[in-house]
């Protein structure tokens, strides 16, 4: 699967900020879409996740201000953020799951200042 993130920006604290992952084929025919995120000098973290079936999951530190949704017009997986924090700053990857293989897009860049 390829994979195509958008979106990414910089904002001030309190700020809201959208990312898109396209993929080339049906985001709804995907096991499962994660976004992840690497701030500098550490290791990569799982942000969100939705399943085939809709079923989502999120990092504790941004349930409530995070949002991963699926769009069938324009077939992404979009990451809906907001009341970012500083903390919320790294490059923002997609990730596909599927049976016997995984992709990652490549990064975008969150910037989020205080």
């Known amino acids: 699967v390829q994979l195509q993130a958008s979106g990414g920006g910089s904002v001030q604290a309190g700020g809201s900020l959208t990312l898109s992952c396209a993929a080339s084929?049906?985001?709804?025919?995907?096991?499962?879409m994660e976004w992840h995120r690497q701030a500098p000098g550490k290791e990569r973290e799982l942000v969100a996740s939705?399943?085939?079936?809709?079923?989502?999951s999120y990092r504790e530190s941004v349930k409530g201000r995070f949002t991963i949704a699926r769009d069938a017009a324009k077939n992404t997986v979009d990451l809906q953020m907001n009341n970012l924090k500083p903390e919320d700053t790294g490059v923002y990857y997609c990730?596909?799951?599927?049976?016997?293989?995984?992709?990652w897009g490549q990064g975008t860049q969150v910037t989020v200042s205080s």
């Open positions: 939705i399943g085939i079936g809709g079923d989502t």
């Open positions: 990730h596909s799951l599927l049976i016997g293989r995984n992709d």
């Open positions: 084929r049906s985001v709804f025919n995907i096991n499962v």
